[in-house]
C-alpha cells in the first residue's frame, strides 16, 4: 500500500521560512507529477505548486510565486521550501502524487494526511 506522509509544518514568524517535506512509500512502479495544496476551514483546497520530474517544469500558485520553492529527488521525495512567509500562507499543507503502481496500470492521485502550517507573530 502506498502512503504519503508531510512532514516539517509547525509555526513560523511572519518573513519566517519553513521547508515542508514529504516521503512516499510502499511498492510502485513509477511516481509522475508531484504537488502541494493547501487548504483553510471552509475554504477550497488550493493547488500550490506542482513539478513533473526531478528537474522538470514547476508551476507555482500566484500567491506563492517568488517565495515557495518545490523541489523532488529520485527517492520519491518532494519539499516545498517556504521564504518570506505570511499570515495568509496558515493552512493545512497537503502532498500530492500521481503513482503508477505496477507497469501499464494506470496514474492514480494519492494524498497525505496533512500538515498544519501557522504563520504568526
Known amino acids: 500500500q502506498v502512503q504519503l506522509v508531510e512532514s516539517g509544518g509547525g509555526l513560523a514568524q511572519p518573513g519566517g521560512s519553513l521547508t515542508l517535506s514529504c516521503a512516499v512509500s510502499?511498492?510502485?512502479?513509477?511516481?509522475?507529477?508531484m504537488r502541494w495544496y493547501r487548504q483553510t476551514p471552509g475554504k477550497q483546497r488550493e493547488l500550490v505548486a506542482s513539478i513533473t520530474t526531478t528537474d522538470g517544469p514547476t508551476n507555482y500558485a500566484d500567491s506563492v510565486k517568488g517565495r515557495f520553492t518545490i523541489s523532488r529527488d529520485n527517492r520519491k521525495m518532494v519539499y516545498l521550501q517556504m521564504n518570506s512567509l505570511k499570515p495568509e500562507d496558515t493552512a493545512v499543507y497537503y502532498c500530492?502524487?500521481?503513482?503508477?503502481?505496477?507497469?501499464?496500470?494506470?496514474?492514480?492521485?494519492?494524498w497525505g494526511q496533512g500538515t498544519q502550517v501557522t504563520v504568526s507573530s
Open positions: 500530492n502524487a500521481d503513482i503508477r503502481l505496477r507497469l501499464g496500470s494506470p496514474l492514480t492521485a494519492n
Open positions: 510502499g511498492s510502485l512502479f513509477s511516481i509522475g507529477i
